[in-house]
C-alpha cells in the first residue's frame, strides 16, 4: 500500500504557534542581544522558590524537572566515565585518592542511583523578532544547569562563563555560535568558582569581576580573557570592597559598576567606573536607593538602571543617567514603580535602535532576597524606559512525526 502524505508516520508535522514565551517561568537566567539581526536569547536560570497554585502548573513542573534529572543524571554518567578513563591512562602515583567514609559514600550513592532533582535550568531559547515569538535553540545544553552565570556575546560568540551549579559554584566557560552547539573552553578557568558576578565584554577581552562563592566568600578581584581559555588577573583587589550581585555594564568604552552587597550583607548605592578593570574610581553614591540583584544597560552615552532587592524588598524603579554616572534621575513613579512588577534577578536588554527588553525574573514576596514568584512574561519600552508595555509573545513548539 503507498503511502501518501496525509498517512506517512515519518512525516514531519508542521510546528505549533501557542501563546507564552514558551520558557518557564524563572530568575537569575541571563539574557543577551546575539548577531547582526539581533536575535534575543535566554539562557538557563532557577525555577521558580514557591509552589504553583494551579495543579496543571504543577505537573507541568514536575515533568520538566524529571527530565532534566534524566538528562542530568545521563550527562554526569557519561563525564564520569570519561574522567575515569582519564585516570586509568594516569601514572599510578599520580591517581586521585579518596578515602574512607567519602568513598563509601560515593559508592553507595553510585549503587542506588541517587540523584537529587536540579533546580535550574540548561535550555537556550531564541527570538528573532524582539520577543514576539520564541523558539527552543537547545532544549539541553552540555553545560551544567546554573544560575547567576555570566553570558554575553563576544568576538562572535555567545559566551557562557561559570555560575551557580546544583552542587556547587563553577568557573567552566563554554561558547556556541549559534546557541544550538556549545563547545567546552576551559573546564576550570584560573580564578575561583564563582556566582553573582559581574561579566562582559569589552575592549576585546571577556571581563569576570567580582562575585561570591559557594561558602559566600566574596571576591573584589577582575579577570579578564581574550579566547576564553588564557585569563590574567588584571587585579586581585580592586578599589571597591568585595562584592556580589552588582551590575556591571559598558557605556562609551568604559566599565561601569553599580550597587550590589557586601559580606555583612550591606547594600550599595554606589557607581564605579574603569577604563581597563584595573584602576576603579567612585562616581556616584546615594543617587538612587541602594540594592542588589538590579539590571542595567547602556544606550547612547546614557545608563539606564531598573528594579533589583533592596531593604524594604523588590523593587520596580527606573533611573537614567546621562553624564557617566555622576548624576541620576528617576523616570518611573516612584510610588508605583513601572508598569511591569517589581522584580530582581531579571533580564534586560537594549537593542541598537534603543528599544529596551525586559525578561521574567523574581516578583515581589516581603523582604526575602529568595522568595517571589517566578517569571516568564516579556515587556519592551520603545522610549527609552519611558513606559513600557506587556509583549503578547507566542512560542513555536518543535515540529513532530506522524
Not at 559508592?107 to 542511583?113: L, R, V, W
Not at 514576539?132 to 556575546?153: D, I, K
Not at 570592597?241 to 566599565?255: E, I, N, Y
Not at 544597560?297 to 554616572?325: C, F, I, N, Q, R
Request: charged content about 25%.
Amino acid at each position: 500500500m503507498a503511502l501518501n502524505a496525509a498517512t506517512d508516520p515519518f512525516r514531519k508535522k508542521a510546528p505549533t504557534i501557542k501563546l507564552g514565551t514558551g520558557w518557564a517561568p524563572r530568575f537569575g537566567h541571563a539574557s543577551l542581544i546575539f548577531g547582526a539581526s539581533g536575535h534575543i536569547f535566554v539562557l538557563g536560570g532557577n525555577m521558580s522558590p514557591v509552589e504553583k497554585s494551579a495543579a496543571a502548573e504543577e505537573e507541568k513542573q514536575k515533568s520538566e524537572k524529571d527530565t532534566m534529572a534524566s538528562e542530568i543524571r545521563r550527562r554526569k554518567e557519561e563525564r564520569a566515565k570519561k574522567e575515569a578513563e582519564e585516570e586509568a591512562a594516569k601514572p599510578a602515583k599520580a591517581r586521585k585518592k579518596i578515602k574512607g567514609k567519602k568513598a563509601a559514600a560515593a559508592a553507595a550513592a553510585a549503587e542506588a542511583g541517587e540523584e537529587k532533582p536540579s533546580t535550574r535550568y540548561f535550555d537556550v531559547w531564541l527570538s528573532r523578532d524582539g520577543g514576539n515569538l520564541w523558539e527552543v535553540a537547545c532544549e539541553a545544553a552540555p553545560w551544567v544547569s546554573r544560575s547567576n552565570f555570566g553570558a554575553v556575546a563576544h568576538e562572535g560568540r555567545i559566551w557562557v562563563v561559570g555560575g551557580a551549579g546544583d552542587a556547587k559554584h563553577l568557573n567552566d566557560v563554554w561558547c556556541s555560535a549559534t546557541g544550538e552547539e556549545w563547545v567546552e573552553v576551559s573546564r576550570k578557568a584560573p580564578f575561583a568558582a564563582r556566582a553573582f558576578f559581574g561579566c562582559a565584554s569589552h575592549m576585546h577581552h571577556l571581563y569576570v569581576v567580582g562575585g561570591a562563592s559557594s561558602r559566600c566568600d566574596l571576591f573584589h578581584d577582575v579577570w579578564r580573557s581574550k579566547d576564553g581559555e588564557g585569563w590574567e588577573c588584571v587585579t586581585e583587589a580592586a578599589e571597591w570592597s568585595p562584592r556580589a550581585s552588582a551590575c556591571l555594564v559598558v557605556c562609551d568604552g568604559t566599565l561601569f559598576m553599580l550597587g550590589g552587597y557586601d559580606r555583612s550583607g550591606a547594600l550599595y548605592s554606589e557607581v564605579w567606573r574603569s577604563m581597563d578593570g584595573r584602576h576603579w574610581r567612585m562616581v556616584c553614591e546615594g543617587a538612587w536607593p541602594v540594592r542588589c540583584m538590579a539590571s542595567a544597560v547602556a544606550h547612547d552615552g546614557a545608563l539606564y538602571m531598573m528594579g533589583g532587592w533592596g531593604p524594604e524588598g523588590k523593587l520596580g524603579d527606573v533611573w537614567k543617567s546621562t553624564d557617566l554616572g555622576r548624576t541620576w534621575t528617576e523616570l518611573s513613579n516612584h510610588a508605583m514603580g513601572a508598569e511591569w512588577s517589581r522584580r530582581a534577578h531579571f533580564g534586560l536588554l537594549c537593542h541598537e535602535t534603543g528599544s529596551m527588553t525586559l525578561l521574567g525574573g523574581l516578583n515581589s514576596s516581603g523582604t526575602s532576597r529568595s522568595m517571589g514568584q517566578a517569571l516568564s512574561d516579556c515587556w519592551r519600552s520603545t522610549d527609552l524606559a519611558l513606559s513600557w508595555e506587556q509583549v503578547e509573545s507566542k512560542y513555536m513548539t518543535k515540529p513532530k512525526f506522524g
